[in-house]
């Protein structure tokens, strides 16, 4: 953990100096990650892909305020965190607009899906019953071993509060594992 | 049993996170039975989208990159035209001046100005030097005189 912050320290540093080459590495290394925690915020293939595009760049503009005492990749998550709860809420803002452009033009011209197709090989079906904090606290919990307060750190909340989250989460997905194993019975 | 449900209706009933939390930590966390009400990590881990799922398919360097020199072409224009403004105003400006200046009406000065003339002038005996200023007001005209 500690060699792994050094890196990035270095690469940061060296990003910092000029080199653009530096954050490539860094995008490398997170890409994979960052991609990951955005489909489990988003559900959408598309919509995190481009929440972790803006992100990068958004970290990469920022970049001479992140204090090197920290984590690079928690610092990044909540810049990415932040940038998918926007999303999620420009989508909603769209998504009443669509409702409303529906129901006063109903003979109007097609309009796109706001949801486009998955990514076959993903199922998020069971993530889109929780919500997005829920699904991030869960996510963060169960594939990269965050404690509660790490999930706190990224949601900008209290340890508390983080913990109801997750805690939400494992009850729902529960009810939704046992309520399909009971349909496939 | 009951107690643990009912702690668990209140922990959904409740619309205090801080209230929520102490029922976890009181309870919810450490009861056997309430935990089996909640998924595991394991069945949390296979519902959730891991990195591995992902792979190593990810690559944001090109869309970044390209973003990054759009990002500087885009500031070297805005600089540029910054300067083209600034050339434009300060020309826009002299021509105004120069236009106004000959349209402007000349001073007129009065042709029958009081032809005013001081013979060696003196300051107690000793001579001295007299200077005339004559003023737009054909009524004022001022006499200096001082020591030589």
């Known amino acids: 953990m500690m060699i792994d912050q050094r890196e990035d320290n270095e690469l940061i540093t060296n990003c910092l100096q000029g080199n653009a080459g530096a954050y490539k ?23 995190a892909e481009d929440a972790c595009q803006e992100a990068f760049f958004k970290a990469f503009q920022n970049l001479n305020q992140f204090d090197t005492g920290m984590s690079f990749k ?10 998918c709860m926007d999303h999620i809420r420009k989508r909603k803002r769209f998504g009443h607009f669509l409702g409303r452009f529906k129901n006063e033009h109903p003979s109007s011209v097609a309009l796109p899906s706001s949801c486009p197709p998955q990514n076959p090989t993903m199922e998020p079906a069971f993530l889109r019953r929780l919500s997005p904090k829920e699904r991030i606290a869960l996510y963060l919990w169960s594939q990269e071993g965050y404690s509660g307060a790490d999930i706190a750190s990224v949601l900008g909340c209290s340890q508390g509060t983080a913990y109801v989250h997750l805690y939400r989460a494992r009850v729902k997905l529960k009810s939704i594992l046992t309520g399909k194993k009971h349909a496939t019975l | 049993m009951r107690h643990c449900k009912i702690i668990r209706i209140l922990f959904k009933l409740c619309p205090f996170i801080p209230w929520r939390y102490a029922f976890l930590e009181r309870h919810l966390l450490h009861c056997p039975d309430c935990l089996r009400k909640a998924a595991d990590i394991e069945e949390a881990r296979s519902a959730t989208i ?12 090109p869309a970044f990159s390209n973003r990054l020199s759009l990002k500087a072409k885009k500031e070297e224009k805005r600089f540029r035209p910054l300067w083209r403004w600034a050339a434009g105003t300060a020309g826009l400006l002299a021509l105004t001046g120069v236009i106004l200046m000959t349209l402007s009406p000349k001073a007129e000065f009065p042709d029958q100005a009081v032809k005013l003339r001081v013979n060696n002038p003196k300051i ?6 007299a200077i005339i200023f004559q003023t737009q007001d054909p009524n004022w005209t001022f006499v200096w005189v001082e020591k030589r």
């Open chain 1, 25 to 47: 590495e860094i995008m490398d290394k997170y890409g994979g990650y960052a991609m990951a925690v955005a489909l489990n915020i988003l559900t959408n293939f598309q919509d």
């Open chain 1, 74 to 83: 928690n610092w990044f998550y909540v810049l990415l965190y932040h940038h």
């Open chain 2, 50 to 61: 891991s990195k591995v799922q992902i792979g190593e398919r990810m690559d944001f360097w």
């Open chain 2, 124 to 129: 107690y005996d000793e001579p001295a030097q």
